[in-house]
C-alpha cells in the first residue's frame, strides 16, 4: 500500500518569507509526526498528533513554527519568516498505534533557506 | 527523560565481516527499543524493535540485535556484512506511558556505517 508522502520534496527559499510543508499519512493511522534533521545530527522532534487529542507542540523550536492536520489525516507544517539555521530536512511519520509502534518516515522535504 | 547515545559516528567492516552498532539508552520504566536505516536522500526505513519477550530480535536484511537491561544496551548486529547495508543507522527509544498513547521516539545522533568491498 501506499506508504507516507511528503511535498515537495525539495524547497529552496529567502530569508524572511514563510513556507508550508505537506505530509499524507498512511491511511488509517492515528498519529502523525513532525521531525527536522538538520546536517550532521540525528532527528529532532517537533510535534505530534494523536487523533482528536490536542496536539503536542513541546518540541517546535519557536512561535514562527506552526502545524495542523485538517481531518485527521493530511498535515501541514508552516514556518514563517524563514532564517538560514531553520534549513534542515523535515521529516513526517505516521503509525497506527501506541508507543510499542514503529513510526513509518516520509521521504523528507529538504528546505533550503538562501 | 529518554535518552539514546551512539558513541560511534563512524563505522567501517570490510564486505562479509560480522558488523556492531552500538546503542545505550536510559528511560524510565519498560524501554521501547527500535533501529531505523536511512539511506541517501530517503526516510528511515525500520529495521526491527525490542518491545519484551526474548532478549534477541530479527529483523529486515538479516539484521539483529540484543536487548540488555542490565547494561541498558541495544546493540545492532549482522553475521555478515554487505556493501549494501553502507547507510546510516538511528537507534530509539520509547517507552509505555499509562495512557498506551504514542509519544515521540527519542533518537540518538546516528551511526555512518560504510561496508567496504
Known amino acids: 500500500g501506499a506508504g507516507v508522502s511528503q511535498s515537495p520534496s525539495n524547497k529552496v527559499t529567502e530569508k524572511g518569507k514563510d513556507v508550508e510543508l505537506r505530509c499524507d499519512p498512511i491511511?488509517?493511522?492515528?498519529?502523525l509526526y513532525w521531525y527536522r534533521q538538520s546536517l550532521g545530527q540525528g532527528l529532532e522532534f517537533l510535534i505530534y498528533?494523536?487523533?482528536?487529542?490536542?496536539?503536542?507542540k513541546s518540541g517546535l523550536p519557536s512561535d514562527r513554527f506552526s502545524a495542523e492536520r485538517t481531518g485527521g489525516s493530511v498535515s501541514t507544517l508552516t514556518i514563517q519568516r524563514t532564517q538560514q539555521e531553520d534549513s534542515a530536512v523535515y521529516l513526517c511519520?505516521?503509525?497506527?498505534?501506541?508507543?510499542?509502534?514503529?513510526?513509518?518516515f516520509g521521504p523528507g522535504t529538504r528546505l533550503t533557506v538562501t | 527523560a529518554q535518552s539514546v547515545a551512539q558513541p560511534e559516528d563512524q563505522v567501517n567492516v570490510a564486505e562479509g565481516n560480522p558488523l556492531t552498532v552500538k546503542c545505550t539508552y536510559s528511560v524510565s520504566g519498560n524501554p521501547y527499543l527500535f533501529w531505523y536505516v536511512q539511506y541517501p536522500n530517503r526516510g528511515l526505513q525500520f529495521l526491527l524493535k525490542y518491545i519484551t519477550g526474548d532478549n534477541l530480535v530479527k529483523g529486515s536484511y538479516g539484521f539483529e540485535a540484543e536487548f540488555n537491561k542490565s547494561q541498558t544496551s541495544f546493540h545492532l548486529k549482522k553475521p555478515s556484512a554487505l556493501v549494501s547495508d553502507s547507510a546510516l543507522y538511528f537507534c530509539a527509544v520509547n517507552s509505555y506511558r499509562s495512557s498506551g498513547s504514542a509519544r515521540q521516539l527519542t533518537f540518538g545522533s546516528g551511526t555512518q556505517l560504510t561496508v567496504l568491498p
Open positions: 498528533f494523536q487523533g482528536n487529542s490536542a496536539p503536542d
Open positions: 491511511s488509517g493511522h492515528t498519529a
Open positions: 511519520a505516521s503509525t497506527s498505534g501506541g508507543s510499542s509502534y514503529e513510526q513509518y
